[in-house]
């Protein structure tokens, strides 16, 4: 499965303790499995910050 997340950053090592504690479901990185969701995302954040928007993609595999 491919899931990803909208950012202004390349997150190659994801880890929870960067997130804010407040976010609407706690702490967390936050996944989705639509690109065009994790696009919009990152969109939003890149203008808020004035950077440009990063789209990063995972492949979760099930054990």
Same mark, same amino acid.
């Given at each position: 499965?491919? @899931?990803?997340?909208?950012?202004?950053? +390349? @997150?190659?090592?994801? +880890?929870?303790?960067?997130?804010? &504690?407040?976010?609407?479901?706690? #702490?967390?990185?936050? @996944?989705?499995?639509?690109? %065009?969701? =994790? +696009?919009?995302? =990152?969109? #939003? %954040? &890149?203008? #808020?910050?004035? %950077?440009?928007? @990063?789209?990063? =993609?995972?492949?979760?595999? #099930? %054990?």
């Amino acid at each position: 499965m491919i @899931v990803y997340h909208g950012s202004n950053d +390349e @997150v190659k090592n994801p +880890e929870i303790t960067h997130s804010k &504690a407040f976010l609407d479901f706690g #702490r967390g990185f936050y @996944v989705t499995t639509f690109q %065009k969701q =994790a +696009e919009q995302w =990152a969109l #939003r %954040k &890149a203008i #808020r910050q004035g %950077k440009d928007p @990063v789209v990063n =993609a995972y492949t979760l595999q #099930r %054990k």
